[in-house]
């Protein structure tokens, strides 16, 4: 099988496993929308999640995958498995010890963090303080995730994608049933929420388990520090923290500013951040860890004309997919918050404002995409200082895009702030690789994005149409919007493969290769 083809292959294996997870994921969102709305408890547990958030992407999904993936990939290839699992046993130990430090430390510190993040929120009595609250309960969640993405990387390295993929569905189950179950015993609601991410992360974790112990993988105390490829992984992963920070950096700068703006502008921007996350993970994400372990490999047998092929095809593969749900979720932006958020204490002016945010994110959901896939080529290169001197200059553009624009357009212009500098953020790095290994073929990419884009655009302007024959903010048949919406992304999804097929999208058959049997049945 060619290594395209089982990139393909172990895309769809993902892509199934990751939209069950983020089926879950929006029904989470739709609770947490009908019990919390966008007032004051939502806006602080919003705020009160982000930093354990934020810390799960840096120490755990970013700087640690980062670092371990490429290591670990490169020890399999030069020196053998039992060389690898030692290895993974010295990051286990070492990261538990730096998780418990992390963990107390943010539980102490928590009320100045909040204090510095979101000083907006003294303005309204008790805000502050509820936050500080929400954020020592949810703080260990790092903790459980970290270990959790420890499991994901060293399965993913193995080639064993679905499982990883799958676990986050058990996180959403785990905060769905706390909210439903413990909503009406707390004099605060909101803790049922707070709790449901402790559940949710340990859930997320004990499911990996059983996985690894199938691939011969028993994690274990080793405390040789020593380790030359621990070490080696130390390097990577120093800078890959500042590298893994750059985005989650402007969300934070997005909540810091619109605390200042009328209240519920912290939750119009999760919500729609939310909303957005859907195409990401189903696509994006499971594209980019694909990918990871096969870059590495190529970069660890200095196989760079494979690297950028396999790159160009990795790019063109998501922006197949990526384009399409841009256009789509700016066409129909009021629909889909009105079908999936409009309930019990979410209303239609919220869904007006978090729609606002939602049209603006869309618009850079495709330099996001590429941008997660330019930056794994540079961490296969055991290159992060790159991504971390482009990503500062951005964030620093972003601020003043975040300044400017938040005065005419309220938190829309912050939302449009971030996919402003993530359209530059892409170009600059696409720039440095090319400096680095050279040309990337990207050229030939262009006519397979010009279909891509003609036949999107088709699709946008069926969708747009179907969805116009209603009001969206009156009130009105639930079962009716349903109908309507399911009609629109139906008949857009069906007009875009039809014109894919009609211009011969080599994409097209790149999919239905997917489902053919050598390509879907997964190695043992």
């Known amino acids: 099988m060619s290594e395209n083809s089982r990139i393909t292959r172990n895309f769809g294996i993902v892509g199934v496993a990751t939209f069950l997870s983020r089926i879950l994921g929006l029904v989470r969102e739709m609770a947490i929308a009908f019990y919390f709305g966008a007032g004051m408890a939502a806006d602080s547990f919003f705020v009160a999640f982000q930093i354990p958030n934020i810390l799960r992407i840096l120490l755990a999904e970013g700087s640690l995958s980062i670092a371990f993936i490429p290591v670990f990939s490169e020890t399999m290839v030069k020196k053998g498995r039992g060389e690898a699992l030692k290895l993974a046993n010295a990051t286990f130990t070492i990261l538990t010890i730096i998780l418990i430090i992390v963990t107390a430390l943010g539980i102490f510190f928590a009320s100045p963090l909040i204090k510095i993040m979101v000083p907006g929120f003294a303005k309204i009595p008790g805000k502050t303080e509820l936050t500080i609250l929400l954020t020592r309960i949810t703080f260990p969640f790092i903790f459980l995730v970290s270990l959790a993405a420890l499991c994901m990387g060293i399965l993913n390295s193995l080639r064993r994608f679905a499982a990883p993929a799958l676990a986050p569905a058990f996180y959403n189950l785990g905060v769905i049933l706390s909210v439903v179950i413990l909503f009406p015993y707390f004099n605060f609601p909101i803790m049922a929420l707070a709790i449901g991410v402790m559940v949710g992360g340990f859930l997320q974790l004990a499911f990996q388990i059983p996985f690894l112990g199938k ?33 989650q950096v402007k969300i934070f700068i997005n909540n810091f500013l619109a605390s200042f703006l009328p209240q519920g502008s912290v939750s119009y921007l999760n919500y729609a951040y939310r909303l957005l996350e859907f195409p990401l993970g189903i ?15 190529f970069a660890a047998n200095n196989e760079m004309t494979k690297l950028k092929e396999t790159f160009v095809f990795a790019f063109r593969l998501a922006m197949f997919i990526v384009i ?32 606002i945010a939602l049209f603006y994110y869309s618009l850079g959901l495709w330099a996001i995409s590429g941008l997660r896939i330019t930056v794994q080529v540079f961490y296969s290169l055991h290159d992060t200082k790159t991504p971390v001197k482009v990503g500062a200059i951005n ?26 500098t993530s359209i530059l953020h892409f170009l600059l790095l696409q720039m440095y690789l ?59 999804t069906l007009v875009f493969f039809g014109v894919c097929f009609l211009l011969r999208c080599p994409e097209l058959e790149s999919l239905k290769d997917m489902f053919k049997k050598k390509t879907i049945t997964p190695s043992a």
């Open 215 to 247: 691939n011969g993988v028993h994690l274990t105390s080793n405390f040789d520090f020593q380790n030359p490829e621990l070490k080696k992984m130390g390097k990577i992963m120093a800078p890959a923290i500042f590298g893994s920070a750059i985005y």
């Open 283 to 297: 696509f994006v994400y499971s594209i980019s860890s694909v990918v990871l372990p096969s870059f590495s490999t």
């Open 324 to 355: 399409p749900a841009m256009v789509g979720l700016a066409v129909l932006r009021v629909p889909i918050v009105s079908v999936l958020l409009e309930r019990g204490s979410f209303t239609p002016e919220e869904t007006m404002q978090t729609s």
């Open 395 to 420: 964030v620093l553009i972003h601020v003043l895009f975040s300044v400017v624009l938040m005065g005419p357009l309220k938190h829309g212009g912050l939302a449009l702030a971030l996919s402003l």
């Open 434 to 492: 090319r400096r680095k290994i050279g040309r990337l073929g990207m050229r030939a990419a262009l006519p397979s994005l010009a279909k891509i884009v003609f036949a999107s655009l088709i699709m946008g302007w069926v969708c747009s149409f179907i969805s116009s024959q209603i009001n969206w903010l009156t009130p009105g048949d639930f079962y009716k919007r349903i109908v309507y919406l399911a009609g629109a992304i139906g008949s857009g």
